[in-house]
């Protein structure tokens, strides 16, 4: 199981203060030097995302990630005419599709591949057409990974926010649901990663889950940094994703 580290929370650190002053000497925490510390803590990849008001993430982190860092780049991204501009420019290993909406805090919901999906074919067709591997943000719904999967997208992310959010039953009801929208995009011959929301304690329910490959996680392994260290947060983080046996 691949662990992918969302950093963003760093640049939202960042911002909070310099938003308007990027090019002070002062600017701190370095999006780039909590990369250094995830590659060397074990990440298998990396997170970014760029949102369009980039309220985080500035366009120069992405570019900085992606030249020094040599572990695989996975951008999250809305799907516009501007973004696949940006997108296309960086060429990560990886983009995520996901909605955006300004007023949301994070990333809230999935994608909703069904009702968008003139719009996003050329956009998945756009980027694959450059080499640039396409997985969408989806609930764990099947008609939504069939819809990606028409789409010619090869990986989806399942957004495990509500499974994060469980508990009791309705918790065994949401593996359920990641486990059937995990098994349909397998048949389909799709990657499955899943993200949002995960913590340690979630680990052992999730690995009920068939075919995951990936785990994209973000704020617990920066919250957690906080206390011991980026490079520790993402080993911790490893070792407990490894001590699990996935389904
Ligand atoms: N995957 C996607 C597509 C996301 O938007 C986010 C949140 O930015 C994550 C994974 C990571 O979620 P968290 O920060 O809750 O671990």
Redesign the pocket.
């Known amino acids: 199981m691949n662990l ?1 580290v ?1 950093i ?2 760093i640049a939202t650190l960042r911002q909070a203060r310099y938003a308007a002053m990027l090019d002070s000497p002062n600017t701190e925490p370095s999006v780039l030097d909590a990369a250094r510390a995830a590659l060397k803590g074990g990440a298998d990849s990396i ?1 970014l ?1 760029v949102r369009s008001d980039r309220r985080h993430m500035q366009d120069s982190d992405a570019f900085a990630v992606r030249r020094e860092i040599p572990l695989p780049l996975n951008l ?1 991204m809305g799907a516009d005419e501007l973004m696949l501009g940006f997108a296309l420019s960086l060429h990560p290993d990886y983009v ?1 599709l ?1 909605p955006e909406k300004r007023e949301e805090i ?2 809230e919901g999935g994608l909703d591949v069904l009702a968008h999906y003139e719009e996003l074919v050329p956009v998945v067709d756009a980027l694959s057409v450059a080499g640039v591997k396409v997985s969408m ?1 989806i609930d764990p719904d099947e008609k939504q990974v069939e819809a990606s999967a028409r789409l010619g997208a090869p990986m989806v ?1 399942l ?1 495990t ?1 509500c499974f ?1 959010n469980s508990a009791g039953m309705k918790r065994t009801e949401e593996v359920g649901r990641l486990a059937s929208a995990a098994q349909r995009a397998a048949e389909l011959g799709m990657e499955v ?1 899943a ?5 340690i304690p979630m680990l052992t329910e999730l690995s009920r889950v068939p075919h995951l490959t990936e785990l ?7 919250a957690r940094a906080l206390v011991i260290g980026m490079e520790a947060a993402v080993r911790e983080m490893k070792a407990a994703i490894h001590a699990q046996n996935w389904a």
């Not at 994209?216 to 920066?222: K, L, R």
């Open positions: 992918g969302n963003d929370h997170t995302h999250e995520c996901v994070t990333t943000f992310e957004h926010g994060a990663h993200g949002h929301g995960i913590r994209n996680i973000g704020h617990t392994i920066v």
